[in-house]
């Protein structure tokens, strides 16, 4: 029976070329039953909406042609107001790149397009955000147009006839720019400056990856099912320490090049052997890094001390080689770790015919997987300002995460991408919130210890540095306020939306996301969170809840922080449930596979392994070393953080927001045991330090009035 990979597989034996830094660890040619089942895996993918028919993909096209159009049409006046002569602004060019997941061939429907605009070199930074957006004003089409120039890479966002494309900007050392040019010319990067460069590296990347692989349709197909499950397990998202579609590709890439001649099935089942046994810091490269001699910084832990200290290094192909997981951290890198663990169990099913594709795409429930929760909500006035407001505390969360991950009590901080709508202070007062949920485990007490730990100082330093970007920035209004509460399981309900709420009784593995019909399709195909609906479709209402203003600056006070501050009543111990017959079931399964043969000959020189930042329990003084960690080219002093007393806030005239809690003997007894991956998981992330937050801005020198949010915890047998 004819498959559509067969093709792919004589392409394959075709191309003698070898591919990356060693050599592969297989040249076995797929057999029947591989296309067997890549042809049921590629079946398993459409009911998820990854590939886009025909019709939305000429859309796509047309809507690039026009922008593309826009260009020249900005590029020539321009040009004419620059008084260039009239020969050279006729062939002036200008042309609209793209890159990211539409270039590599892996976006899904409704998914954004990443775009670069290049000019020539009279044409500035400033003509692109003033001229061009005035021009991009005027079309009809374009909707949400909003430019975020003071970004690490400026760019304008927009919505063209409904596709939503990021554009970025690069002004090349060109007089004209060619219809033929290749932006892979290292010489290009000569006399550029860092934001050009910048903006030019997505593109770059994104071609030297399709260079690199073997096989480009089994490349595709591979990484669309590596991206959808990673999206399904919640570990998609490169702004909150996970990793993002570049990172995924690079991975995906790696793999082909180990087994060039294998198929998806086959090659969704090694990525998973490949990395769940990668020996980590040791970096994924798919070339050599080379040296263009333009004095570009490059990731190289022999020569950047601050690169030794990153734990998941997933370095960039094109010059100025860089880590795209700068982000990740202790927490994350061990989710990642098990997650790709599970993944080769149940791949190792699905070879042996004992489980289908679909199986690898359930979604785990994350809400039951912890007994501790830390809720993050960040609300602001109007729709406008939420959208900028929450890009910023998103793009600091990964800084929280770090801090919990500090304290000595905790062993794990899981963050889900995915993000929900929070309650409203009142029907009367407008007001849009989004809120943020990080599961947590505490450290295992001995037989007749009780813990108090206070998270204060490592919420307080959070919002801090949220609060002051947005004050330099000139971004921050009045009414932007963050919360921080703590959340146990079982009061997750109260806060959380139906729709990722499964009910307590009626545990199902089949996925936690009921969605509509119309959200059917995956959308917002980037590096950021992102929803992912389950194939059923089940309508859902958000509840909302009235919480009491608590001051002009501060965060409402939730009413599950104060049902959290109450004492709960014993949980009645249960023999056994769903949850914990399938942990111990995975525990068996992993147990069956740890036997299986170790990788050799894909990993390179390990490069010094830092020692572990020193820990640090709850706060005994106003200053802590943690803080001045996270911002090391501060010296300002960091506003004082009372934690010792409800009237140390009151005599500073401060709101403060209290969590606190008890967890006695029974309530104790309903944490889920932990799996042997989970106890190797704690055990790792100890020995491990956080990731590099060298990015965190520097704080002006005058502290800002902000909203104390305290959660202080007391653990008991």
């Not at 991009?136 to 003071?150: H, I, P, S």
């Not at 089940?538 to 909302?544: D, E, F, K, S």
């Not at 932990?674 to 491990?688: C, F, L, N, P, W």
Request: charge should be negative.
């Amino acid at each position: 029976m004819p498959f559509p990979s067969t093709n792919q597989v004589l392409l394959g034996r075709e191309t003698p070329k070898h591919y990356g830094i060693t050599s592969p660890i297989s040249l076995a040619q797929a057999k029947e039953a591989d296309l067997v089942l890549t042809h049921r895996l590629t079946e398993a993918l459409k009911p998820y909406g990854v590939f886009e028919e025909e019709l939305e993909l000429q859309r796509r096209i047309h809507v690039l042609g026009k922008l593309n159009t826009l260009v020249k049409e900005w590029i020539r006046d321009v040009s004419e107001t620059k008084n260039l002569p009239a020969s050279v602004i006729e062939t002036v060019g200008g042309k609209i790149f793209t890159f990211g997941s539409y270039r590599l061939g892996v976006h899904t429907k409704g998914a954004d397009i990443d775009a670069l605009c290049v000019a020539p070199r009279h044409v500035e930074r400033t003509d692109f955000f003033s001229s061009f957006l005035d021009k991009l004003k005027e079309q009809e089409e374009v909707k949400d147009l909003r430019a975020v120039e003071e970004a690490f890479v400026p760019v304008i966002k927009l919505s063209f006839d409904s596709i939503e494309i990021d554009i970025l900007f690069a002004r090349l050392a060109l007089q004209t720019i060619p219809e033929n040019l290749d932006l892979r010319d290292d010489g290009l990067l000569k006399n550029l400056d860092i934001r050009c460069i910048r903006s030019l590296n997505g593109c770059r990347v994104t071609d030297e990856i399709l260079h690199l692989v073997p096989n480009i349709e089994n490349f595709r197909l591979t990484l669309r099912t590596i991206k959808l499950w990673a999206k399904r397990h919640n570990i998609y998202s490169n702004i909150l320490g996970f990793l993002g579609g570049v990172s995924w590709a690079m991975l995906v890439a790696r793999t082909c090049q180990l087994y060039p001649n294998a198929v998806a099935s086959t090659l969704v089942h090694k990525f998973f052997l490949v990395f769940s046994k990668w020996e980590w810091p040791n970096p994924v490269l798919l070339k050599q890094p080379e040296d263009c001699n333009l004095n570009l910084p490059v990731w190289d832990p022999r020569v950047t001390p601050s690169d030794r200290y990153h734990l998941m290094p997933i370095i960039t192909p094109a010059y100025p080689q860089q880590n795209s997981t700068y982000n990740v951290s202790a927490s994350t890198r061990a989710v990642m770790v098990d997650e790709f663990k599970q993944g080769l169990s149940i791949t190792d099913e699905i070879l042996q015919s004992k489980a289908e594709w679909s199986k690898l795409f359930e979604a785990p429930n994350f809400f039951q997987k912890y007994k501790h929760y830390i809720v993050l909500l960040a609300s602001a006035p109007t729709e406008k300002q939420h959208l900028e407001w929450v890009g910023l505390v998103e793009s600091k969360i990964r800084i929280l995460v770090g801090n919990l991950e500090k304290n000595e009590f905790i062993t794990l901080a899981h963050v889900n991408p995915q993000s929900f709508p929070g309650p409203k202070e009142s029907r009367e007062k407008e007001e849009v919130s989004t809120m943020w949920v990080i599961g947590v485990i505490f450290k295992k007490m001995e037989a007749s210890e009780n813990l108090n730990v206070d998270l204060t100082i490592d919420i307080q330093s959070f919002t801090d540095t949220v609060y002051r970007q947005a004050m330099n920035s000139k971004m921050f209004e009045a009414d932007m306020k963050i919360q921080a509460m703590h959340v146990k399981r079982r009061q997750l309900h109260q806060l959380l939306p139906n729709l990722v709420m499964p009910k307590r009784r009626k545990h199902s593995t089949e996925g936690l996301r009921q969605m509509n019909d119309s959200s059917l399709d995956l959308s917002l195909d980037s590096d950021n969170s992102m929803s992912v609906p389950s194939p059923t479709a089940v309508p859902a209402t958000v509840p909302t809840s009235t919480p009491v203003k608590c001051g002009p600056l501060g965060p409402p006070p939730s009413p599950i922080a104060a049902a959290a501050s109450q004492p709960e009543a014993p949980a009645v111990k249960r023999p056994g449930s769903p949850m914990q017959e399938e942990r111990k079931r995975f525990k068996s399964d992993a147990e069956d596979s740890a036997g299986e043969k170790k990788l050799s000959g894909d990993t390179v020189p390990t490069s010094l392994t830092p020692s572990p930042l020193p820990t640090m329990g709850p706060p005994a003084a106003p200053q802590t070393s943690r803080q001045e960690m996270l911002e090391e080219e501060d010296p300002s002093p960091v506003p004082e953080t009372r934690t010792s007393e409800d009237g140390a806030a009151a005599r500073e005239g401060e709101e403060c927001t209290t969590v606190e809690a008890q967890v006695n003997e029974d309530s104790m007894s309903e944490e889920i045991p932990a799996s042997e991956g989970e106890v190797k998981m704690e055990a790792d992330i100890k020995r491990m330090v956080s990731a590099d937050l060298s990015d965190v801005p520097l704080l002006p020198a005058n502290p800002i009035p902000v909203v104390k949010n305290s959660i202080k915890l007391r653990l008991s047998r």
